[in-house]
């Protein structure tokens, strides 16, 4: 008897433990407090159509004739006005630019549980609805990503293949790796983090194995630039390397920028010069 009470305040306490995990990855969505007119850029407003009947909230930012067009993927939890350096520093250099929030972050619907997976689908359906524009050049889309959205990118380009070349910034090769890393500095044990992931891929609907960067890298056709922080403490730099390991020869390039993290590979003197050269290429 007093076994089974054991047992089932063990039960208990590890669904407890593991719905507070789930939880924790919930991102709350939080609008922007800034837009591209502020820094004197026209821009416009899109809702864009998305799976199950949602929409996106978008900026468009168009070039003066046709061009291939950038878009802009923010990370977990962020939404378009993270992108707000990169808008800055990529308008009038030749491209369409396109920032949009993902559903559940910023001005985008809600959508149950968000994930990586739906990162990638809003993906195609923000290239979807561009390429009905003319002044966007079909089949050239090239994808900026910061971190989970670096990851989605990948992930999106494995099926898509109208993106062609792909930047990272700070991406995860599985996201299960960086969760877990955070999870255990918690002193979480090991059968309730499975139990905890178990739970998350039944809700996503795919094994993060399946839909890892690392694991799809090499089924895109894109050229890839991976740029990783070298003290990155959110997603470690040995991500970024194991992306470059998983790839084909000569698909991808990882640039390891020292003195930086997670958020501010941005600030490096050399980052927009690359960036460009590489998309220009």
């Known amino acids: 008897m007093i076994f089974l009470i054991i047992a089932v305040v063990v039960l208990v306490l590890s669904l407890a433990i593991s719905f507070l995990i789930v939880h924790s990855f919930k991102n709350p969505p939080q609008k922007h407090c800034k837009t591209p007119q502020e820094e004197g850029i026209e821009f416009e407003e899109l809702s864009i159509p998305t799976k199950n009947n949602k929409n996106l909230y978008g900026w468009w930012i168009a070039n003066e004739k046709e061009a291939p067009t950038i878009i802009l993927m923010h990370g977990w939890g962020r939404n378009v006005g993270r992108l707000m350096p990169y808008i800055k520093n990529l308008h009038g250099k030749g491209f369409n630019l396109l920032a949009f929030d993902s559903r559940n972050h910023g001005s985008s619907d809600t959508d149950d549980f968000s994930s990586m997976v739906k990162f990638a689908e809003d993906i195609s359906a923000s290239i979807d609805f561009i390429e009905k524009k003319p002044i966007v050049k079909k089949g050239s889309t090239f994808m900026i990503g910061l971190s989970i959205g670096g990851a989605a990118s990948i992930y999106a ?31 979480i044990p090991q059968p309730i983090i499975w139990l905890a992931f178990e739970f998350l891929q039944y809700k996503i609907g795919k094994r993060f194995t399946e839909i890892a960067a690392a694991k799809n890298i090499s089924k895109t056709n894109a050229k890839v630039l991976l740029i990783h922080g070298k003290v990155d403490k959110v997603v470690p730099f040995s991500q970024g390397e194991l992306l470059l390991d998983a790839a084909k020869p000569e698909q991808a390039e990882l640039w390891e920028i020292k003195g930086k993290g997670h958020s501010n590979c941005h600030y490096e003197p050399e980052f927009w010069n690359r960036v460009l050269e590489f998309l220009k290429r």
């Not at 930047?167 to 255990?184: E, F, K, Q, Y």
């Open 157 to 187: 380009a494995s099926t898509d293949k109208r993106i062609k070349k792909i930047i990272t910034i700070g991406a995860p090769s599985n996201p299960a790796d960086v969760m877990a890393l955070h999870i255990r500095k918690k002193h």
